[in-house]
């Protein structure tokens, strides 16, 4: 297997990203917290779902789950809902739950691994490429809109964490978008480039490049493949509360979720000489040229990631909407069912998607 790398300034700076990076030591999964209805993997005997393939513009094949009412009849026309998964994570983790909630309100659901992760085509894996997680959700309407039962004037998004941006990215571009809302959003570009409240300096930006730029000589001479960020795998009394926010969540019971042929060491942790590609990637602007297709900001009011969804409602047109979820961080708003505002999301979509 790959070796999963440390690098001390990469670790200084992601530690307010996403999880930081850690050492590989345990697995083992410790007092993971259920509160507030958290379940990632949800079922519901009202819905039916089917595995289903499309190519992306790459000829890549993405995979993802179609979700039904059980209900529906075939012979009319629905809206649907593309289900982006956070970043680093897979369409098990968060999307699903988003997907079946959303198709237990009527409409037809999908819910995709993006590129190079989970069931996916993609190598390397763990690769970052903004435009072809874009380009995934194009591809999805690709697919839904050549659906004899799907409305394709009505299709909208749900992003999470970092495929908010991407969805964002994606609506920019593709107007066939009608109606966008995002969930915990992470702009992957400035939380790269910046980190969290800007606590990044140039210099350490600088760092992190040439970090990069020279592990490129070792793989492409074939040596090993080196992975960054994403969740740590122990923590302990020191470790920040933001390492133990995404690990309660993928390293427990709770969310924990490994691919076929894929390994738990490598979940969440992107390579690192792809990771850099981030740096060139500015989601939010031109996002006031989606309008008039509206969008919806979710975030919780205690979550780290706050910043990045106010940023992207001061940017964008009408109409827009930015609802703050009491007492919820970040990772709450992936499967706390209690908490998720599955009635706006619905209101949102009802309104929208005629």
């Known amino acids: 297997m790959k070796k999963l790398m440390c690098f001390s300034r990469i670790r200084t700076v992601f530690i307010t990203l996403m999880g930081a990076c850690g050492l590989i030591l345990s697995t083992t999964a410790i007092g993971q917290d259920m509160s507030h209805g958290a379940d990632n993997f949800y079922q519901s005997d009202k819905v039916t779902i ?31 809902i593309i289900v982006g998964h956070p970043m680093g994570a897979v369409k098990e983790q968060s999307a699903n739950l988003y997907a079946i909630k959303m198709a237990e309100q009527g409409f037809i659901t999908l819910s995709i691994d ?40 009505n299709i909208g998004v749900i992003g999470i964490c970092g495929s908010g941006s991407f969805a964002i990215s994606a609506a920019k571009i593709d107007p066939r978008l009608k109606a966008i809302v995002t969930v915990s959003m992470y702009d992957m ?25 020279q592990q490129r000589y070792v793989e492409f001479t074939g040596g ?54 981030f740096m060139n990637f500015y989601p939010f602007n031109d996002i006031e040229t989606i309008s008039p297709r509206p969008m919806l900001f979710i975030t919780g009011e205690n979550a780290h990631s706050k910043e990045f969804s106010e940023d992207a409602y001061q940017r964008a047109a009408e109409p827009k909407e930015l609802y703050i979820v009491t007492n919820a961080g970040h990772v709450d708003l992936y499967d706390r069912v209690e908490l998720i505002p599955f009635n706006k999301i619905t209101e949102f979509f009802n309104q929208y998607l005629k």
């Open 50 to 80: 089917q595995k289903v393939t499309f190519k992306n513009q790459y000829n890549m094949n993405v995979v993802g789950n179609l979700v039904m009412p059980k209900d529906i009849n075939q012979s009319l026309q629905y809206p649907a």
């Open 114 to 153: 993006l590129s190079f992760w989970g069931e996916s085509d993609g190598q390397p894996r763990n690769s970052v490429s903004p435009d072809i997680y874009a380009e995934d959700f194009s591809a999805a309407v690709d697919f839904l809109g050549t659906r004899t039962f799907i409305d394709r004037d």
């Open 189 to 213: 570009g400035a939380a790269n480039r910046q980190a969290l409240n800007h606590s990044l300096t140039l210099e350490q930006r600088k760092e992190i490049i040439a970090d990069a730029a």
């Open 224 to 277: 090993e493949i080196k992975y960054t960020s994403g969740t740590v795998h122990e923590i302990n009394g020191n470790s920040h509360p933001i390492e133990r926010e995404f690990y309660d969540f993928y390293r427990t019971p709770r969310g924990e979720f490994t691919p076929e042929g894929s390994s738990p060491l490598l979940t969440t942790h992107p390579t690192l000489t792809s990771n850099v590609k």
